[in-house]
């Protein structure tokens, strides 16, 4: 790739100032100073479109956010240890897009220490340690979380009392039930664990399964599952971090796909838009064994600024009607896949629910063989194209296109041509 001079510098300056763990996207790293609805622009003003984004959901600097956020931040941020009205505007609002099992909301800033909240609480409530998630999962940064992501690099980091599955991957079961072999993992997971000494506590998964690679089919695969976990004394935990605030079109959160009642649902990246906020939902009783032992406080989780930005971005939910727009540009862009599918065999399985894609690419339809590099070539051709997407799943070969909600059917379409005309180029028509 052709990095320019200036960028070459700020890559070089990265590294000595913040170190090797970093990594950049695409060959040639996109420099961006200003963002706009769903598009980014670089120093130059040049515009990207950004398919990417599910931090920024309801638009990068969306005004009504922005304006929430500013008020408060001019008038007062402090914290949970004194009353304000805000949190608990927010809170009740929130808890009221859930269903009335789930009572309770806590609020930390990070999704990865949502996750982390649940499983101590779910430790307390249990009795129990042990963790079931899939194969390549990703559920956060903090010690106890990175040791059940097997994603962040070799299963090595995975805690004694973590099990994966695989995730529940239609596409390679060659028509068998996915609900049910996915629940013959998890049983299969506990027995393990029990043999081992170790007490299960919760099934943790993020309900799109993102970074195993989107699975989004059939609606309903997790229940069996779940009733698995709970005979075996374990919790449900659903991660919606990801899928979560409407991005599958038809519902607010990515377990009711799945027509199943969680015990705790973390989340976090789209509830501020790029604030940093997120939470963590519990059923009460799941709760008081954690709070009767334990007191929580998070310096900035639940500050009056970040309640002020939560009730912004759903006020934006509705008012725009981000759920039902997810929906309807979530269908058209996955009709302008199946047809480039037509065109090009490379594409092998398409997997949506509202604006959460996956489009898995396989060398050879019949062996399913990962097009890893041809992955990376066409993200990387969009990215020349000034259109931003990444890839996910263990081989790197399913196209992530998650764009923020406001995404209208013209800007699928801009994807859809750039997408065409980048296949064309890595692997002919
Ligand atoms: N869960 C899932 C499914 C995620 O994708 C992420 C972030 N990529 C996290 C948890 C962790 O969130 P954070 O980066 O806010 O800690």
Not at 358 to 375: C, K, N, S, W
């Amino acid at each position: 790739a052709n990095v320019p001079a200036h960028e070459q510098e700020m890559i070089a300056r990265r590294r000595r100032l913040l170190g090797p763990a970093y990594r950049l996207f695409y060959a040639d790293p996109v420099h961006v100073t200003r963002g706009e609805g769903v598009w980014l622009y670089d120093p130059e003003g040049r515009a990207y479109l950004d398919v990417y984004n599910n931090v920024a959901s309801v638009g990068h600097c969306h005004p009504h956010v922005v304006a929430a956020l500013s008020r408060q931040a001019a008038v007062l941020n402090t914290h949970t240890r004194y009353l304000h009205e805000a949190v608990l505007d927010y809170a009740e609002r929130l808890l009221g897009y859930f269903p009335p099992e789930l009572e309770h909301v806590m609020f930390t800033c990070t999704g990865s220490e949502a996750n982390d909240l649940a499983f101590r609480v779910a430790k307390a409530h249990t009795g129990g340690t042990g963790f079931i998630v899939t194969q390549f999962a990703y559920h956060g940064v903090t010690n106890a979380i990175a040791e059940m992501s097997p994603s962040l690099g070799s299963s090595m980091i995975l805690g004694n009392h973590v099990r994966t599955v695989p995730a529940p991957d239609a596409y390679r079961s060659e028509g068998q039930d996915v609900g049910a072999a996915f629940a013959g993992h998890v049983r299969r997971a506990i027995d393990d664990m029990l043999a081992n000494g170790i007490k299960p506590a919760a099934l943790l998964v993020d309900t799109i399964f993102s970074s195993d690679g989107v699975f989004t089919d059939p609606p309903g695969f997790l229940a069996e599952a779940i009733d698995v976990m709970r005979k075996a004394g374990g919790l449900f935990i659903a991660d919606e971090v990801q899928p979560g605030f409407g991005r599958t079109g038809a519902h607010r959160w990515g377990f009711q796909r799945h027509g199943v009642v969680p015990d705790m649902v973390t989340l976090g990246k789209p509830m501020g838009n790029g604030h940093p906020m997120a939470g963590m939902v519990a059923r009460p009783e799941v709760l008081a064994a954690f709070g009767e032992r334990l007191r929580y406080f998070n310096t900035f989780g639940g500050n009056p600024v970040s309640a002020a930005v939560g009730m912004a971005v759903l006020d934006v939910i509705e008012s725009e009607g981000l759920i039902e727009n997810a929906a309807k540009v979530g269908a058209h862009l996955r009709g302008g896949l199946e047809s480039l599918a037509n065109t090009y065999p490379i594409i092998g399985d398409i997997r949506a629910a509202g604006l959460f894609v996956g489009a898995e690419l396989v060398r050879d339809r019949r062996t399913r063989e990962p097009a890893t590099e041809e992955t990376a070539r066409i993200v990387n051709g969009l990215r020349a194209r000034h259109v931003l997407i990444s890839a996910a799943g263990p081989a790197a070969n399913v196209l992530k296109i998650r764009p923020p909600l406001v995404f209208s059917k013209d800007n699928a379409d801009l994807f859809l041509t750039a997408l065409d005309d980048v296949l064309a180029e890595v692997v002919g028509r």
